[in-house]
């Protein structure tokens, strides 16, 4: 009964949305849809060809990775049978602040999906409270595992996930693991779907340059409708967009919710490191280590190592998704603060790796990170401008092109194999615009960083020039370019 009031209401939800469509259709002029008028709807389209363009490559690529190299690369993988298996498996799990619901959700998976892999498998909880090691003994002694199963345990002082990180692999170091053993990262509100690590380990024998790798992601979101599918939403394109950078071994994330490592790698000294202590030397902000972004800061060092990166679509984990307020705009606004962040901060060093290590489309890909925010503001403004000078009639013709183009990329995304809700046109929109802005925010100001559900903060003793000349000189530079920007366009309008 449940199920069918979801689908009564998402397909009102779909009619209404159509409705809207043909009610904005119906009001504009006749000579809007004659192919031969200069106001025919489809050519304010004409400013979004990059960004059309780079989607476009994106969901071929990625359709391509799925439905014929991936499976491809599996049957491979299926034939070497035992010789493909881990000598050891390390589960690092990090975990602060998380309510003991989904704590105990995820334990319970971890230590499930160490008696189901059969492999010798060591569980590292990278902890701060002491209720989350009591809470982890007493699941292990209910769930009893067999002795190749094995616990350690790495008290921190709540200082940030990538001190918990650091000393997890510094604890995984110490059990000297040799070239065949393989370690999992796992955040703390992370459930383990069954066979995860059975579907990643054979990736490691089959590639001998693979560094790491990372998983397809569900999610439980324990807040409104709109934010549950905003995140559903961004999961279904993050599969997408994982799949175009695996066909070119070269994902441009190990997101920090569950990635697989040869063991060796997070071993290596240099590796630590730049988890740990990852800064950014910047021009006007001076320097600054990062709060955020460790699975950025993983890939980055996998890169600067020689390593390459891979995607795993058939296996899946699912996360509890707790919103920093309750307020959709507030949440949404602070969850893309934090990730643009970290994108922009690793996206001027990682292009400094250049092609040769690269690859000409990955270094397309992250160029196309930094002028995205401008290019994605460039259609709303035209119509605006367009509209003031011209006639109301250019913003409706330009409404109605993005809730046609906005409804046919949901149905797009229908091949990802994650649901679609009617929300979904509406939410893409608002990320476009809501999205580019926040980027052109945090673009000028790459030194501020903050945790949404921890506290810790980034204290840089900054003296009284700088604590007066960062955040001025931030303001000059987004003003300047927001009126370059504008100005530019009302000329060619």
Same mark, same amino acid.
């Given at each position: ?11 009102? /939800? ?32 004409? +400013? ?55 704590? #105990? ?32 003994? &007493? ?20 200082? /940030? ?23 999992? *990262?796992?955040?703390?509100? =992370? +459930?383990?779907?069954? /066979?995860?690590?059975?579907? =990643? ?11 790491? %790798?990372?998983? &397809?992601?569900?999610?439980? *979101? ?24 695996? $066909?070119?071994?070269?994902? $441009? ?12 790698? *997070? ?29 950025? !800061? ?10 390459? =990166? ?7 984990? &699912? ?23 970290? &994108? ?26 930094? *002028? !995205? ?13 367009? !509209?003031?000078?011209?006639?109301? #009639? ?14 046919? %990329? ?9 649901? +679609? ?20 925010? +945090? ?51």
């Amino acid at each position: 009964m449940e199920s069918f009031n979801a689908q009564l209401r998402s397909g009102a /939800g779909w009619l209404f949305y159509v409705s809207i469509l043909l009610g904005a259709a119906v009001l504009l002029p006749h000579d809007v849809f004659d192919p031969s008028s200069k106001e025919f709807l489809f050519i304010l389209g004409a +400013v979004g060809i990059w960004r059309y363009s780079m989607g476009a490559i994106h969901y071929v690529r990625g359709l391509i990775f799925l439905y014929i190299v991936f499976p491809h690369y599996r049957r491979q993988a299926r034939k070497l049978g035992d010789s493909a298996d881990p000598s050891h498996v390390f589960l690092l799990v990090t975990s602060f602040r998380i309510d003991a619901l989904t704590t #105990a959700q995820v334990y319970r998976s971890v230590v499930q999906e160490a008696i189901d892999c059969g492999y010798p498998t060591t569980i590292v909880c990278s902890i701060v409270e002491l209720s989350d090691e009591l809470l982890m003994k &007493n699941l292990w002694g209910q769930m009893n595992p067999p002795d190749r199963v094995g616990l350690d345990f790495v008290r921190i002082a709540g200082t /940030g996930k990538r001190d918990g990180l650091a000393h997890g692999f510094r604890a995984i170091s110490r059990h000297l693991p040799d070239e065949n053993a393989i370690a999992a *990262v796992i955040d703390g509100d =992370t +459930v383990l779907s069954s /066979g995860v690590v059975r579907k =990643t380990a054979p990736y490691f024998k089959l590639f001998d340059n693979l560094g790491g %790798l990372t998983t &397809n992601e569900f999610c439980e *979101v324990r807040g409104s409708y709109v934010m549950s599918e905003w995140h559903k939403l961004r999961f279904a394109q993050r599969h997408i967009n994982m799949c175009s950078m695996a $066909l070119s071994k070269r994902v $441009l994330t190990l997101t920090g919710r569950m990635s697989m490592f040869r063991a060796q790698v *997070v071993t290596n000294p240099g590796f630590i490191a730049d988890v740990e202590n990852d800064h950014l030397e910047h021009w006007r902000l001076g320097s600054f280590k990062f709060l955020t972004g460790d699975d950025k !800061s993983s890939w980055f060092s996998l890169m600067r190592l020689g390593y390459d =990166t891979f995607y795993v679509p058939d296996a899946a984990i &699912n996360t509890v998704e707790h919103p920093p307020e309750k307020s959709f705009v507030k949440a949404s606004r602070k969850l893309m603060f934090r990730w643009y962040g970290n &994108n922009l901060r690793q996206n001027s060093r990682a292009l400094g790796l250049g092609v040769s290590r690269l690859g000409i489309f990955t270094s397309i890909v992250l160029f196309d990170q930094r *002028v !995205s925010m401008w290019t994605s503001l460039l259609g709303p403004c035209v119509a605006i401008i367009a !509209s003031i000078k011209y006639g109301f #009639a250019f913003l409706l013709i330009y409404l109605l092109w993005i809730g046609l183009t906005r409804l046919l %990329l949901t149905l797009m995304l229908l091949a990802s194999g994650h649901e +679609v809700g009617p929300a979904y046109p509406l939410i893409l929109y608002y990320n476009q615009i809501v999205g580019a802005m926040v980027k052109v925010y +945090v673009f000028f100001r790459l030194d501020q960083q903050s945790w949404t559900r921890q506290k810790t903060k980034l204290n840089r003793d900054l003296g009284r020039y700088r604590s007066w000349f960062n955040p001025w000189s931030s303001r000059a530079m987004t003003f300047s370019a927001a009126s370059v920007f504008v100005a530019a366009l009302m000329w060619v309008v």
